[in-house]
Every structure is written in structure tokens, then in C-alpha cells.
């Protein structure tokens, strides 16, 4: 019990070391920040099990490997093309009106014990500490239902989202997105925050830290 108490304090302290260091960094450059294309990239990692690998992070959650990338529109389209089967789920209008922040989560239980992963408490907290959940697959469903070739945009996205109570027995492995709402213009950091990830019944929650960069419009 005292351990893991003390990891709740680690954890919580690290998560307000991100906010408020964060914070101080916008509150210098509010009335400059660009605008205009997004790209976000992971940012020096502060936990120890944690390290960045090219345009992914990469970590050791109880055992468990875990990869984390954001996925841009054009790597979004090629995660689905690489997959037989799926097509691309969004009208390219849906995207361009309000496009969503994507991340390719990668899990590989390489311990003995099961892997349990609810990414329904997962969250992508701002700067200002504002916490987005996923979108879920009945929102998109609500959406997209009437759209032109909604029966194989909806299979692809069942086949694909993590947005349900997710179980890995030992030795398997699972692969999805995390969709996330469109990002304010004001946002700058990152910290997505698996919160209920457990090995062998062990809670052990995941901080992974991204910065945003925006390409400034004429």
C-alpha cells in the first residue's frame, strides 16, 4: 500500500510539474503563438521508464512495452491502407471542419500476468490543464451514420479504435488509435494520461508528453 501511495505522489507531482512548468512557457508567448498547421512531437520524457524514439514514445508500463505516436492525416490515411480490409472512416469533409488528434497506441505484454487497459479513462491534458477523453465509437457513429458509405467507415473504426475495455493475455500484443477532439489554438503541451492500465492487476498508469508546434498563415 505504501508503494503504491507513493507512486500516486510521484505521479501526481509530475503531472503538476508538466501543467505549471508549461504554463509559465505560454503565459511568455500568448501574444505571439502562430497559428495555422498543426504537428505535435514528443517532448523530453521525466519518467525514467520512458524514452522518445524518432516521432514515438516508447516505455515500460509494469513489464508491459508500450508505443505512443501521434499520427498525422497522411499517416492516418497509411495506417489504413496498410490494413486489409479497413478503409479510411472520415469524409474528407469531416476532417477538414474539425480534425481530430489521433495517437497510435502499441501494446505488447511481455509479462507472464494479463494486461488490462481502459481507454475510456484515458485523457489528453492541455497546458491549462484542460482533460479531453477519447471520442468514442458511438459519437463517431452518430456522425458519420449518414454519411456516403457509412457500413464499411464504421466496420474500419470498430476494427480499429481502442474505445472499449481492452484485455491482453500474456505474450499477445494489440495495436489502435486514441482519438482525441481538435486541438484549441492555444494549446501547446500535451500529456496523455493512461490512467487505468493494469498488469496483473497492478495499476500502472502511463505519462506520455508531447509539444505542439503550429506553422505560422499568412
Known amino acids: 500500500m505504501a508503494i503504491h501511495v507513493r507512486k500516486t505522489r510521484e505521479r501526481g507531482r509530475l503531472a503538476r510539474a508538466f501543467l505549471f512548468g508549461a504554463s ?20 523530453p520524457q521525466r519518467q525514467a521508464t520512458h ?17 505512443v505516436r501521434w499520427l498525422s492525416a497522411p499517416a492516418v490515411e497509411q495506417f489504413y491502407a496498410a490494413k486489409p480490409g479497413l478503409v479510411y472512416p472520415w469524409p474528407r469533409e469531416f476532417w477538414k471542419e474539425s480534425r481530430p488528434t489521433v495517437f497510435l497506441l ?66 499477445g500484443q494489440r495495436e489502435g488509435l486514441l482519438v482525441f477532439p481538435a486541438l484549441d489554438s492555444e494549446v501547446r503541451h500535451l500529456l496523455l494520461d493512461l490512467a487505468s492500465f493494469f498488469v496483473g492487476g497492478r495499476n500502472t498508469p502511463g505519462l506520455f508528453e508531447f509539444q505542439v508546434v503550429r506553422q505560422k498563415t499568412e
Open 106 to 171: 502499441r501494446v505488447r505484454n511481455q509479462t507472464r500476468d494479463e494486461v488490462q487497459f481502459d481507454p475510456t479513462l484515458a485523457a489528453l491534458v492541455s497546458q491549462d490543464g484542460r482533460r479531453e477523453r477519447p471520442v468514442s465509437y458511438e459519437e463517431m457513429y452518430e456522425r458519420l451514420a449518414g454519411a456516403e458509405g457509412a457500413g464499411p467507415r464504421l466496420l474500419s473504426l470498430q476494427a480499429s479504435l481502442f474505445s472499449r475495455f481492452v484485455v491482453i493475455p500474456s505474450g
Open 51 to 67: 524514452q522518445v524514439v524518432g516521432e514515438s514514445i516508447v516505455a515500460s508500463l509494469g513489464g508491459a512495452g508500450v508505443t
Open 24 to 43: 509559465l512557457w505560454v503565459a511568455g508567448c500568448a501574444t505571439t503563438a502562430p497559428r495555422g498547421e498543426v504537428t505535435i512531437h514528443p517532448s
